[in-house]
């Protein structure tokens, strides 16, 4: 199998970056965007693969990240369980799956925009909820203090360790996606996007598979989730608001839907795009609460250049060269 | 045969029943007739062509066979079983299948992926998480049905990418997929290139001699071809049965069908 040399560079360059990098760069950026990228990857393989754009993803990876919280340790000892991790982490992760698939059996009777509506409620529904309630979720202030556990005896918040930490499941939920994208259920998955009524013509239980598709897509967003709850420490219900709802949406589109790539690029040019469009804005003279615009004008730019993100500018730049833009070589041709 | 007959049984009805009997079907939508009492026998392995200008009835025809619409009055038998108001997919279960005029195929996929999607739909296994091997069953026989219609070269192209011939040429090995008994095609030949159509009607004329079907084409040469017997309509009747040669020959289909389609 030829293996594209994008990947051998791409792959040498990450696994060596601590060599050289800052551990603001290790922890913040490239911490940041992997998890970024793990949640927006759920919504791609939802929105590239089955047509289903689903709002809801920042909330399984939110659901995994507070149930870490309540049955592992947290400084709210008296709600946090405090179970061991093999027992609190497979448990977050089986609750953000039905979850998730409750949220599919809902969403799986509407479509195109209504999908969004819907997973949007209860997006919407689930922040208020984390909010209001004390007993379970700590209301407005959620969980500090959670910490990963200290497995082989590494501390997992130490900058290096948490950049390797989430670039291994970072590459694990990208070639998994890109594995899947070839299985039955994948191939499936995508014909349903292309023609649902042909798919159940064909022998296929339409409903059935969409509704899995929330169910599978839910694992890297709930991982991300954890990662994301490891990160800061704590969660609470602004980590699952509605604003980072759309910010994962904003993420896969500005990377592009029709790859697993573009959940990684998009959430890199977002995360740079916020940790440093303060000081951008600043320097032009606005004041600094004003960051949100660029990213908003940098959303509008690449919806409005490219509606397929920045892997659909790449594909556009290939095709009208007949090059491969990144080796300077004839590409093959499609 | 009834529902709970064993696979092996196939074999036997089919050599005995006829592929598709037609009894009286009628079919109005409103004040229109648009089938009135169309009685046709096909038996097994036949190859039939529908002949007849637009409006004939020839796409009802085949939408009150594959379930689309429920005649209006009449019989259906599908190798000597009643499937009158048998629901669509109960019918292709039993081995009926069509193609369509307008492709409907899965756009973002490769063609054996296309292919592989066809066969896998009455297989086991549709939500399997692995890849498969290319030893699988499903995948051999999709492998197998690239190479029927001739699109070996286009195995990893995707169906955006190939050309209206090639989208009827896939159309074709979909329609083939999963065993069928009894293929109904609707108008195969439709914006093909001469070239195309020659590919065509070699395809068709490879099929399995078992498997019957009838062709709605309004090629003649195509349709002569690859049929052994003849069918034209005309305002929703049958209008004349006979052999290609006869058909061919014959001074009222002439004047109809080659006059003008609006005779």
């Not at chain 2, 492709?103 to 896998?120: E, M, P, R």
């Not at chain 2, 192209?157 to 190939?162: A, E, H, M, Y």
Request: aromatic share 12%; proline share 4%.
């Amino acid at each position: 199998m030829r293996v594209n040399p994008a990947y051998w560079v791409a792959g040498a360059v990450l696994l060596i970056l601590p060599a050289f990098a800052s551990d603001f760069v290790l922890y913040q950026l490239f911490g940041w965007t992997f998890i970024l990228g793990m949640i927006a990857l759920s919504l791609m393989f939802l929105a590239g693969y089955g047509g289903m754009v689903s709002l809801a993803q920042m909330t399984v990876a939110g659901v995994a990240g507070y149930m870490v919280a309540i049955f592992g340790e947290s400084a709210i000892t008296d709600i946090s369980q405090g179970w061991p991790w093999y027992v609190s982490i497979p448990l977050a992760l089986l609750i953000a799956a039905l979850f998730a698939t409750a949220t599919g059996w809902l969403a799986d009777r509407t479509e195109g925009i209504y999908t969004i509506m819907i997973t949007l409620a209860i997006a919407a529904a689930f922040f208020y909820f984390f909010n209001q309630n004390y007993v379970i979720f700590n209301g407005f202030s959620g969980f500090n203090g959670v910490l990963p556990p200290e497995l082989f005896g590494v501390n997992w918040r130490d900058p290096i360790a948490f950049y390797y930490l989430t670039l291994f499941w970072a590459a694990a939920w990208y070639f998994g996606a890109i594995y899947v994208s070839r299985s039955p259920f994948g191939l499936a998955l995508q014909g349903i996007r292309d023609n649902p009524r042909r798919m159940a013509a064909l022998g296929y239980h339409v409903t059935a598979h969409k509704v899995a598709a929330y169910a599978v897509a839910a694992f890297p967003a709930a991982v991300g989730g954890i990662l994301l709850t490891w990160q800061s420490a704590q969660i609470s219900p602004g980590t699952a608001g509605i604003g980072p709802a759309i910010d994962i949406l904003i993420v896969a589109v500005i990377g592009g839907i029709g790859h697993p790539v573009g959940a990684f690029i998009g959430a890199f040019i977002y995360v740079i795009l916020k940790t440093f469009a303060i000081d951008l804005i600043v320097f032009v003279g606005l004041g600094s609460e004003r960051f949100r615009l660029l990213i908003g004008l940098g959303f509008l730019a690449v919806v409005f250049w490219s509606p397929d993100g920045v892997l659909g500018l790449w594909e556009k730049l290939k095709r009208s060269r007949g090059l491969n833009p990144l080796l300077r070589k004839a590409g093959r041709r499609p | 045969m009834t529902r709970g007959a064993m696979p092996g049984d196939r074999a036997f009805s089919a050599g005995t029943a006829n592929a598709l009997e037609l009894r009286g079907v009628t079919k109005t939508f409103g004040a229109l007739s648009a089938l009135v009492d169309v009685t046709i026998t096909i038996g097994p392995g036949e190859k039939r062509a529908v002949l007849g200008s637009n409006g004939a009835g020839k796409t009802t025809l085949f939408n009150c066979i594959t379930g689309d619409f429920l005649p209006s009055a009449g019989a259906i038998r599908f190798f000597g079983e009643d499937i009158t108001s048998a629901p669509a997919h109960e019918r292709i279960r039993r081995g009926l299948r069509r193609t369509y005029q307008i492709s409907l195929l899965f756009a973002g996929l490769s063609v054996i992926d296309n292919v592989y999607l066809a066969c896998k739909g009455v297989a086991r296994g549709r939500f399997s998480l692995l890849r498969p091997s290319r030893r699988e069953a499903v995948m051999e026989s999709a492998e197998e049905l690239v190479r029927t219609v001739r699109l070996e070269d286009s195995r990893d192209v995707k169906v955006s990418d190939l050309s209206y011939g090639q989208q009827r040429q896939l159309e074709i090995a979909m329609a083939l997929s999963g065993a069928p008994r009894f293929i109904l095609f609707d108008e195969p030949a439709a914006g093909l290139s001469p070239g195309e159509r020659q590919d065509l009607v070699g395809i068709l004329k490879g099929l399995p001699s078992h498997m019957g079907y009838i062709i709605i084409e309004h090629d003649m040469d195509v349709a002569l071809q690859v049929s052994e017997s003849v069918t034209m309509m005309h305002n929703g009747r049958i209008f004349k049965e006979g052999k290609p040669a006869e058909i061919e020959d014959d001074e009222e289909v002439q004047e109809l069908y080659l006059g003008g389609g609006n005779a």
